[in-house]
């Protein structure tokens, strides 16, 4: 019976990560252009092969150029939310030695980029033991080996399971699985020694989950490391509430061991349920390795978690915002580019007739494309020489685009040049630019105080 509490525990933490998929798909492509790499999206080319865009334009003679313009809006929200709201908050002196211990300034910084680049940022809030010392311990967790059942609520009070995906060395998952157990240790290392790859797999197929996009969640992908599931659920018991009169004392004890106890005088038992948070750490084999009640005083998991927007459980973040405009300006900008070296090197024409003895067509395009190259000729009696026909960039209106998507991208992202601290015309007031900043700062009032609101939820378990 245990056990098919278990699969199906483990069955349902699997189909919550499965229902992050899209959301993992999203966040990496955000990232991608965040960080410069904005030409790999796929895209159909005119043989109708699917392609990157970096292909595409690269087998049509341009050199794609990227100007990253999203990153610097994400570092500027990040640079004055830390200004503004991290580093100037006072820190409570209860935890004042929490916050320098963690460097919460450092995390949140990292977790408030990590907020605009995927729409979502988590934290755990556990504890770990220096010198003898057990400490509260804050760590930013990765939104790929995350997972939570779907929600609707924006203060994730509709959560019922929730847990993380780790790669742990031997020694570090021993220590959190064994509890000071010998013969529990001898026995989780040996799950992980004894063709741990090949039952991984064998276990996903008895329970339907062996397609090829699961694999990141049986298979670690990092050499050396063991794959371990941690899994928290929100579960409800049958408990017997005893109250005696005589020494006021109240005592929960579960249903079962109170129903066939005699009566005592004094003593009043009444029957409830109680929801509590169950951890159970699992192999990827299908195997327990650990579970138990949740041991903090607010008596439930250690994960902080905030998504935005969280419309109808969909996210959508602020760096998927800018990505069209974005990509338009490296196309404009490339093609630019190109239009300038087509006119600067214009079109040779070269006779049939003149063509020298030995040489090809191919031959003439390496001489002509490349600086200070000699290029022969055979003149006959009526012929024409080669010649080169180039001509003046027309203005076709790229630069007037290009200064249309970076406004557009100022006023889609609400980042505009003031808050950016861009110079302005030498005829506008400081009032003026002031005032600019603060409206542009109000645009971003909406993202800072969601941040807000989960840095307060994430300082309430710190205690």
Known sequence: MQQDVNT???????????????LRKSR??????TYGDQWGDLSVDAQGNVVTDYER??????????????????????GHYRAQYIEAEPVNKNLEKIAAYNELGELDSRAMEEFLVSGCCVQRVDEDVVSGERQVAVHNVNPNKFFVNAMTDVRSWDCEIVGQLHDLSVARLLQRVARGSRRKAQWVRRLYTENAVERASAYAQTIGADTQSAADFWHSAEPGKCRAIEVWTLE??????????????LAVEPAATVRHRKPEAGVDV???????????????????????????GHRRHPFVMKFYPLTDGEVHSFVEGVIDQQKHVNR????LDQIMAS????????PETALPDGFTWADVRQVWSSTGGILPY??????EKPEQISANATNVGGYEMIKLQMQMLEDVSGVSGALQGKATAGNNSAGLYNAQAENANMAMTDIYGTFTAFRRQRNALLG
Request: contains cysteine.
């Open 8 to 22: 199906a525990v483990l069955g349902a933490a699997f189909n919550a990560w499965m229902a992050g998929a899209s």
């Open 332 to 335: 404009m900008i490339t093609m």
């Open 343 to 350: 006119c600067a090197k214009g079109v040779l024409l070269y």
């Open 57 to 78: 334009y690269a087998a049509n003679g341009s050199a794609p150029v990227t100007n990253n313009l999203i990153r610097s809006l994400v570092r500027t929200i990040v």
């Open 270 to 296: 009444h029957w409830d349920i109680v929801t509590t948070w169950h951890c159970r750490w699992f192999s990827p084999m299908g195997d327990l390795l650990a579970e138990w009640d949740s041991p903090y």
């Open 28 to 33: 990496l492509r955000n990232k991608r252009f």
């Open 236 to 249: 409800s018991r049958e408990v017997a509430i005893s109250h005696n009169r005589a020494t006021a004392q």
């Open 378 to 383: 055979s003149p006959h009696m009526g012929s």
